[in-house]
């Protein structure tokens, strides 16, 4: 009998940003019993691209939002490139890693934030950012339980110079 949490639990875990070790550690159990439960439950471990996927999957999920009819467009794939560069994506390609700093630099320039907005042809939209953005790249939704850790930093701006002083 497993001592692992539920798997609601177990993808919130995950969603955070978690490691097998940390999790395994906090339920007395070995890191491959994470790791089996976490493939059992069809989470694919290519690390990167499926935790930019899953926090994705947190703000909009994609059986209610039907989000890959747009996953086509340039910003989804710019933001994508932006969440696996944060989390240390090491196999990035020189023109995902381009895509990323262009578009941390066109949010910070413009003072910007990616949002979905379903009444339009291409619903990833640049809005002006408010204040309860904070350094997020998107538009968190209303009533949507916020990342943390990693996951969190994954769709923030580095912090920025004025930040630093």
């Known amino acids: 009998m497993t001592k692992l949490p539920d798997n609601e639990n177990l993808r919130r875990l995950f969603r955070e940003g978690r490691t097998d070790k940390e999790i395994a550690k906090a339920f007395g159990c ?34 209610e939002f039907e989000r890959s009819k747009f996953s086509r467009f340039n910003r989804v794939r710019d933001l994508s490139s932006f969440m696996r560069s944060r989390l240390g994506d090491p196999t990035l390609t020189a023109k995902q890693i381009q895509r990323a700093e262009r578009f941390a630099a066109h949010l910070e320039l413009n003072d910007l934030i990616l949002t979905l907005d379903w009444d339009q042809e291409n619903p990833w939209v640049y809005m002006p950012r408010e204040s309860s953005d904070g350094r997020l790249v998107i538009r968190w939704p209303e009533g949507r339980e916020r990342p943390k850790g990693p996951h969190l930093e994954a769709i923030s701006l580095p912090p920025s110079e004025s930040d630093a002083g």
């Open 30 to 63: 070995s890191p491959q019993a994470v790791n089996l439960r976490f493939t059992q439950m069809g989470i694919e471990r290519k690390p990167f691209a499926n935790t930019a996927a899953a926090i994705l999957e947190a703000a909009w999920p994609r059986d």
